[in-house]
C-alpha cells in the first residue's frame, strides 16, 4: 500500500495570510469553493493502492478534527489522522519523528505534500515515475521564469535519466529554471537516510560545542533548540541529490504557491477553472436561476443571487450569502453569511466573513498578473496594489469606494480608502 504526509504548519505561521488566518488555519481556507488541503487530499485519494492520508503540523489537535471527519465520510476507502508535533521541528522533524507511525503497515511509497500550494496534482504520473526509476525519492518540479527562480528551491535535473543532480534552497545567483513544488514521494528507506543526516548533524553539533566549550562561548540552550530540527530542503533534499538518490518529475499541469492572503484569489481561479472544464461546477440553486453567470463560477446551494446580478468569471460565493439587485462580481471570493446590496461592485476582491457591504458600495483590488504581484501584499506597512481584502464583519456603508486595501476584522468604513491598510 501507499500513504500520504500533509504539513500544515502552525498558528505562527502564515502571518502573511492574514487577515484572514485569523479566523482559522491557512490549510482551512476555502479556494475554489473547498479549503486548500481539500484539494490536495482529493487528488491523494485517486492514487492507486493509497489507504492513510496522515497531517502533521503544530495546531491544536481539535482544530482539524471536524474537517477530517468529514473527509472520512468522503472518501471511505482512505483513513485519516492527525499528529500534532511537541515543538516546531522543522520542515522534515516532524515527518522522522513520527516514522514509526508512518511506516506502520509497511507502506511501499510515502508521498509528502507542503500544504500552501495550488497544483493540478498529477500524483498517479509522479508515482509511475518514481517506481520506474526506483531512486529513493521523487521531487516534482515545475518550470518557472528565469528572473524569479531564486525565489524557489531549485533544482538541476538531467532531462534524459530524470536525475535531480543538484538542490539549492533559493539560491542567490542562478541555478536553474526548475523549481520545486513542495510534493514529493519516498521509498520508505527513506527514514534511515535520514537518520544518518541526523547522526551527521548531532556530530556537527558535538564538534561545535567542544569547540566553543574550549572558548567559554558555550550556550546548552542553542543546542536544545535546533539539534531535533530537520530541514526538508537543506539538511534532505540536498543530501539526496548529492548522493544520486532523488529523481526529478516535471509537472506540465497549474502550479502556484499560496503565500499571502492575495494569492488565494488566482488560486480560487485556477481550481474553478479546472472544476468548470470538468464540468464539476456547483451553481446555485434554481431560486438564483436568471443571474448571468460567466466562466468558472461557484456558489453555495444555501446562496441567494438576484436575477438581476451579473456573476463571474472566477468567483466563490459561500453559504447564506445574499447577493442584492445590480451587483456585480468577479475575480473574487466571497466567505459565508456576507450580504452585498443593490448596485454594489467587487472585483479582485476576498470578502470576508459577516461582511455588509452598502447600495452602490465598490471594493476593489488590482488584477493579478504575475506572481511576484502576489508574495507580499503591503511594503514597509503601506499596502500595495493587489487585491482588495476585507476580514471578518467589515461593514462598508452605502456608496463608499474601498480600493486596494486590506481592513481588518470588525471595522465600520463610512468613507473612502485607497491603498490603506486599516487597523
Known amino acids: ?28 481556507f476555502p479556494v475554489g469553493g473547498q479549503p486548500i488541503i481539500w484539494h490536495q487530499i482529493k487528488a491523494l ?55 514509526d507511525q508512518i511506516l506502520r503497515g509497511s507502506p511501499k511509497n510515502i508521498f509528502m505534500l507542503y500544504t500552501d500550494i495550488c497544483c493540478s496534482f498529477p500524483l498517479n504520473e509522479l508515482l509511475a515515475q518514481h517506481e520506474r526509476h526506483g531512486r529513493l525519492g521523487t521531487i516534482m518540479v515545475t518550470k518557472v521564469d528565469r528572473a524569479s527562480a531564486h525565489l524557489y528551491g531549485c533544482v538541476v535535473v538531467d532531462h534524459e535519466t530524470k536525475l535531480a543532480e543538484h538542490y539549492v534552497e533559493k539560491p542567490e545567483t542562478y541555478v536553474s529554471d526548475m523549481a520545486s513544488t513542495g510534493v514529493f514521494v519516498f521509498d520508505q528507506e527513506i527514514f534511515h537516510f535520514m537518520a544518518r543526516v541526523m547522526e551527521k548533524r548531532a556530530s ?13 562561548r558555550y550556550d546548552d540552550g542553542d543546542d536544545s533548540q535546533n539539534i531535533n530540527r530537520l530541514r526538508l530542503e537543506q539538511d534532505v533534499l540536498r543530501a539526496m541529490a548529492a ?17 499571502s492572503a492575495a494569492s488565494a484569489v488566482p488560486a480560487n481561479a485556477l481550481y474553478l477553472q479546472q472544476a468548470h472544464e470538468s464540468s464539476d461546477i456547483i451553481l446555485a440553486e434554481s431560486s438564483n436561476e436568471g443571474a448571468e453567470i460567466k466562466g468558472a463560477v461557484y456558489i453555495h446551494p444555501s446562496a441567494q443571487v438576484h436575477p438581476t446580478a451579473h456573476i463571474g468569471p472566477n468567483v466563490s460565493i459561500h453559504a447564506r450569502v445574499v447577493i442584492g439587485p445590480g451587483v456585480r462580481i468577479n475575480d473574487s ?33 488590482s488584477k493579478v498578473t504575475k506572481a511576484n504581484d502576489i508574495d507580499e501584499v503591503t511594503q514597509s506597512g503601506v499596502k500595495l ?6 476580514g471578518e464583519d467589515v461593514h462598508v456603508k452605502d456608496e463608499v469606494f474601498i480600493r486596494n486595501s486590506i481592513v481588518l476584522p470588525h471595522k465600520e468604513l463610512a468613507g473612502n480608502k485607497h491603498n490603506e491598510v486599516i487597523m
Open 1 to 28: 500500500m501507499n500513504k500520504a504526509v500533509i504539513l500544515v504548519g502552525g498558528p505562527s505561521r502564515a502571518t502573511r495570510f492574514r487577515p484572514l488566518s485569523m479566523h482559522l488555519p491557512q490549510p482551512l
Open 45 to 99: 485519494s485517486a492514487v492507486k493502492d493509497l489507504r492513510e492520508i496522515i497531517l502533521i503540523g503544530f495546531f491544536e489537535d481539535f482544530i482539524f478534527q471536524p474537517f477530517l471527519s468529514k473527509c472520512q465520510d468522503e472518501f471511505p476507502s482512505v483513513t485519516f489522522k492527525y499528529l500534532r508535533e511537541y515543538s516546531q521541528l522543522g520542515t522534515a522533524g516532524g515527518f522522522f519523528h513520527f516514522r
Open 204 to 216: 556537527e553539533f558535538e564538534h561545535e560545542r567542544v569547540q566553543e566549550s574550549a572558548y567559554g
Open 243 to 259: 548522493d544520486k538518490k532523488l529523481s526529478a518529475f516535471l509537472c506540465t499541469g497549474f502550479w502556484r504557491q499560496i503565500k
Open 333 to 365: 471570493i466571497i466567505l459565508d453569511n456576507v450580504h452585498i446590496k443593490d448596485n454594489a461592485v467587487v472585483l479582485h476582491a476576498i470578502v470576508g466573513w459577516d461582511c455588509r457591504i452598502g447600495k452602490w458600495g465598490r471594493v476593489e483590488g
Open 385 to 390: 496594489n493587489s487585491i482588495c481584502i476585507l
